[in-house]
T-cell receptor, first 116, second 108 residues
Framework: DAGVIQSPRHEVTEMGQEVTLRCKPI?????LFWYRQTMMRGLELLIY????????DSGMPEDRFSAKMPNASFSTLKIQPSEPRDSAVYFC??????????????FGPGTRLTVL | GQSLEQPSEVTAVEGAIVQINCTYQ??????LSWYQQHDGGAPTFLSY????GLEETGRFSSFLSRSDSYGYLLLQELQMKDSASYFC?????????FGQGTELSVKP
């Protein structure tokens, strides 16, 4: 398996622009997670899905952030409008979604976002 | 409240043994996980302890004491490639809550 795939790997944009990050989870995994990592705040969970349904979006910082999972093999995280404080590395992770495997998540390579 | 605490930095020499501690506070507990992240890379799963005791995987071992709300990751025969950040995490429902991470520097 190719692992979790994220695109783009790097994104540089200007404040106010819309940013869309994409993720393809490992085939057969039922849970998908979006994280944001910064030096100041560490690794924060933004939202997670189970069987394509958003379960917990309490980590989404504000209404500028939205996430969708239209099918089992694709998810997007959108920021509109983007701000410089959104600059971070955004990781997508997936797991089989079984109770016995909740503790092992498989992370993608991340998208490094810079908002100027 | 819910929280995890681990040291921000640890330094050790090649060939030595190092222990990275993690204390947690949570109302519900389903086990403690450890992840490794090299600079610029993705976090990768190392180990998981559901019950008290020691779990060994090669040079890495992880320990849990639920009564003390405490765990640690033990790295033996340190190698330069072990220089990375190490995160402890506990499960909260279907999601993981990560600590702030411990940056391990291995010196020659």
């Amino acid at each position: 398996d190719a692992g979790v795939i994220q695109s783009p790997r790097h994104e540089v944009t200007e404040m106010g622009q819309e940013v869309t990050l994409r993720c393809k989870p490992i085939s057969g995994h039922n849970s998908l997670f979006w994280y944001r990592q910064t030096m100041m705040r560490g690794l924060e969970l933004l939202i997670y899905f189970n069987n394509n349904v958003p379960i917990d979006d309490s980590g989404m910082p504000e209404d500028r952030f939205s996430a969708k999972m239209p099918n089992a093999s694709f998810s997007t995280l959108k920021i509109q409008p983007s701000e410089p404080r959104d600059s971070a590395v955004y990781f997508c992770a997936s797991s089989p979604g079984l109770a016995s495997s909740y503790n092992e998540q498989f992370f993608g390579p991340g998208t490094r976002l810079t908002v100027l | 409240g819910q929280s995890l605490e681990q040291p921000s930095e640890v330094t050790a020499v090649e060939g030595a043994i190092v222990q990275i501690n993690c204390t947690y506070q949570t109302s519900g507990f389903y086990g403690l996980s450890w992840y490794q992240q090299h600079d610029g890379g993705a976090p990768t799963f190392l180990s998981y302890n559901a019950l008290d005791g020691l779990e060994e995987t090669g040079r890495f071992s992880s320990f849990l004491s639920r009564s003390d709300s405490y765990g640690y990751l033990l790295l033996q025969e340190l190698q330069m490639k072990d220089s990375a950040s190490y995160f402890c995490a506990y499960r909260d429902g279907g999601k993981l809550i990560f600590g702030q991470g411990t940056e391990l520097s291995v010196k020659p």
